[in-house]
């Protein structure tokens, strides 16, 4: 079956310290895949999109990398803040024409 | 300011009262989208239209009702609510087709008693 697989568990790291998140996907060949954060109570926002052929993206303190091999993106946050804290979300787009597929969401603790 | 607006941001009903969630966005985007988002499920889409008077089915869209007279709003309808219709529902509109990012409404928390 299709499936997007993100952190199940929390994920705490201490302030300063580098968080990395991880989606996972199986059966999909997906033209790009895009990151949200979302905290509680509010909707997501997008944070970053990156295409397929493209290996790595950046912007300020995120990164965001593309392994279409691994069939696996990750998503790192450096110098990670207690601002960071929030659930982020992946989404791939799985018909090439805007159709979303959404993880489940990685929750990020960052303690100061 | 760019935005979604949803209204209302609660609503508690009882099973069989029609309802409807407002969802306006003023970007002047083509796209609009409902999700639902239960937790261990994420996000799923319900309906999403590419523009006025085009909508279509996501992958759970039994139960509800959707309509694009104009294309700045898109509302919700429960025709008759059931308690698993209970979720946080959220709107979200983007440009056109394609690979563009989802600009999301703050959400509908939705209790069916």
């Known amino acids: 079956s299709q499936k997007i697989e993100q952190n199940s568990e929390a994920l705490n790291i201490q302030e300063g310290k580098t968080a990395t998140l991880t989606c996972n996907y199986t059966?999909?060949?997906?033209?790009?895949l895009q990151w949200y954060r979302q905290d509680p109570g509010r909707g997501p926002v997008f944070l970053l999109l990156i295409r397929e052929n493209e290996k790595e993206k950046r912007k300020e303190r995120l990164k965001v990398t593309f392994d279409t091999t691994l069939k696996q993106s990750l998503f790192h946050i450096t110098a990670s803040q207690p601002a960071d804290s929030a659930t982020y979300l992946c989404a791939l787009d799985i018909n090439g024409r805007g159709k979303l597929i959404f993880g489940q969401g990685t929750e990020l603790s960052v303690k100061p | 300011e760019a935005q979604v607006t949803q209204n209302p941001r609660y609503l508690i009903t009882v099973t069989g009262k029609k309802l409807t969630v407002t969802c306006s966005q003023n970007m002047n985007h083509e796209y609009m989208s409902w999700y639902r988002q239960d937790p261990g499920l994420g996000l799923r889409q319900i309906y999403y239209s590419m523009n006025v008077e085009v909508t279509d089915k996501g992958d759970v869209p039994e139960g509800y009702k959707v309509s694009r007279k104009e294309k700045r709003n898109f509302p919700l309808i429960l025709e008759s609510p059931s308690p698993n219709q209970t979720s946080l529902y959220f709107c979200?509109?983007?440009?056109?087709?394609?690979?563009?990012?989802?600009?999301f409404g703050s959400g509908t928390q939705l209790s069916v008693l």
């Open positions: 059966n999909y060949s997906p033209a790009y």
């Open positions: 979200a509109s983007r440009v056109g087709q394609g690979a563009g990012k989802l600009f």
